[in-house]
């Protein structure tokens, strides 16, 4: 199994809500990444887990919550979001933790009304 | 902080014409990778060059990378419609960790 699955594909929230989008891998990788990509914009790395611990936060609020269950999972909560904060929120995975190539999956298109 | 960068353009060819795309970049790094990016959706990888690497192929892709000038081109040879797409290098840099650079990205059209 070589695919990254992202859940939900869509997902429309206002700013009051609480929500997540859900990351899954089954290739054994030991690295997951969350990027966010805004339209005709490269991504933008959010947060890195590595060996299931949190390695990497680039600076990202804390209406963001990153989780790690284990190491197929990966979870994204969100919280009191801006509609600044609209945009393709993209998962990865790569095997260790060393610039390798990272598999991506389809991404979840989020709008917060 | 490192920046893979690409020159930042919009292709439009003719099926079956050659698309080249070029990308640079601003410190050492141990590898340089370029992904595709269908609308909307998740980036493919499709290639991924080492620092002591020269060219590489993939099929119809051809990467080369100069370290002396920071700077790689990817070509695409024989475009086909499918090959629409934005295309993203994305550098890794030499004593880093898991984080990727990626450049702006090259929306290339292919037109059947």
């Known amino acids: 199994d070589t695919e990254v699955t992202q859940t939900p594909k869509h997902l429309v929230m206002g700013m009051t809500n609480k929500k997540s989008l859900k990351c899954e891998q089954h290739?054994?990788?030991?690295?997951m990444y969350w990027y966010k990509q805004k339209a005709k914009k490269p991504p933008e790395l959010m947060f890195v887990y590595s060996y299931e611990k949190l390695s990497i936060n680039e600076s990202v609020p804390s209406r963001f919550s990153p989780e790690c269950p284990n190491s197929s999972l990966l979870n994204l909560h969100l919280h009191a979001l801006q509609p600044e904060d609209s945009a393709l929120y993209l998962c990865a995975s790569s095997q260790g933790d060393r610039a390798n190539e990272q598999f991506f999956g389809p991404g979840t298109r989020l709008t917060v009304l | 902080s490192q920046q893979g960068e690409e020159d930042p353009q919009a292709l439009s060819i003719q099926e079956g014409e050659n698309a080249t795309m070029n990308c640079s970049y601003k410190t050492s790094i141990n590898n340089l990778q370029w992904y595709r990016q269908n609308s909307g959706r998740g980036l493919v990888h499709l290639i991924l060059?080492?620092?002591?690497?020269r060219e590489k192929h993939s099929g119809r892709l051809r990467v080369t990378l100069d370290t002396s000038k920071k700077s790689s081109s990817l070509l695409i040879t024989a475009s086909r419609a499918a090959d629409t797409a934005s295309y993203f290098c994305?550098?890794?840099?030499?004593?880093?960790?898991?984080?990727?650079?990626f450049g702006k990205g090259n929306q290339v059209v292919v037109i059947p």
């Open positions: 290739m054994g990788h030991r690295a």
């Open positions: 060059i080492r620092s002591n690497e």
């Open positions: 994305a550098t890794a840099a030499l004593y880093g960790n898991n984080r990727l650079a």
